[in-house]
């Protein structure tokens, strides 16, 4: 079957650097998305990473390696706004996004 | 605009009546996703359009029909809903259907109760 694991809770503190991981393992592989989703609202689009390696945009930096089947998503100079959910979702061999249920990341001042 | 709509923003409904969601956008996207998500859970992909014609159907009861009137609409008609049916309705356009590097943008969604 294809499953996705990621933490399902996770506290950090304002000003600091947290990883929230996310394992998988998909029939077949076309990508990984990460998504923040705000309690109440949509899922805004984070990051993609289809090579192994590490994609960094601006505080938020993802990470994948294929062979491991394991990200990691990155979050530095945490804010309090960061709180929110944080999504893995893989694309399969079919094109379909795979989802994670999602990590409630808690930011305390 | 990189915007998504839904309308209604909530939506209160007897397991009796009939209504419709609403999701619009303006990026040019030929594919749109209907997903519902429960508390605590991921999004379920329940329909995808691709080309306004229907692509995907995940064993969706029929109670939920959905249409897409031309490539910026797409609707969700209810019928005749279960109270286990409450829950957030988000649409979601992306540029094609199956293209890996291609994101999905989500509408704020609609929260659905059945009463």
């Known amino acids: 079957g294809q499953n996705i694991d990621q933490p399902t809770e996770m506290t950090a503190t304002e000003g600091a650097i947290v990883q929230i991981n996310c394992t998988y393992q998909?029939?077949?592989?076309?990508?990984l998305f990460w998504y923040q989703q705000h309690a109440g609202e949509a899922p805004t689009f984070l990051s993609y990473?289809?090579l192994d390696g590490l994609e960094e945009k601006g505080r938020f930096s993802s990470f994948l390696s294929r062979s491991k089947g394991y990200s990691y998503l990155l979050l530095k100079e945490l804010q309090m706004k960061d709180s929110a959910s944080y999504l893995c979702?893989?694309?399969?061999?079919?094109?379909?996004?795979?989802w994670g249920a999602g990590t409630k990341l808690i930011i305390k001042p | 605009d990189t915007e998504v709509t839904q309308t209604p923003k909530h939506l209160v409904m007897g397991m009796t009546n009939k209504k419709s969601l609403k999701c619009e956008q303006h990026m040019g996207h030929r594919a749109m996703y209907w997903y519902k998500q429960k508390a605590k859970k991921p999004p379920e992909l329940m329909f995808v359009y691709s080309y306004e014609k229907l692509s995907i159907n995940e064993s969706v009861p029929s109670r939920f029909s959905p249409e897409c009137p031309n490539s910026s609409l797409l609707n969700l008609h209810l019928h005749a809903l279960q109270p286990e049916d409450s829950a957030l309705y988000l649409c979601?356009?992306?540029?094609?259907?199956?293209?890996?590097?291609?994101?999905?943008?989500f509408g704020p969604g609609t929260r659905l109760t059945v009463t």
């Open positions: 990473n289809v």
């Open positions: 979702a893989v694309m399969d061999s079919n094109y379909q996004l795979i």
């Open positions: 998909t029939s077949g592989f076309n990508g």
């Open positions: 979601a356009s992306s540029q094609e259907e199956g293209q890996p590097s291609y994101e999905q943008y």
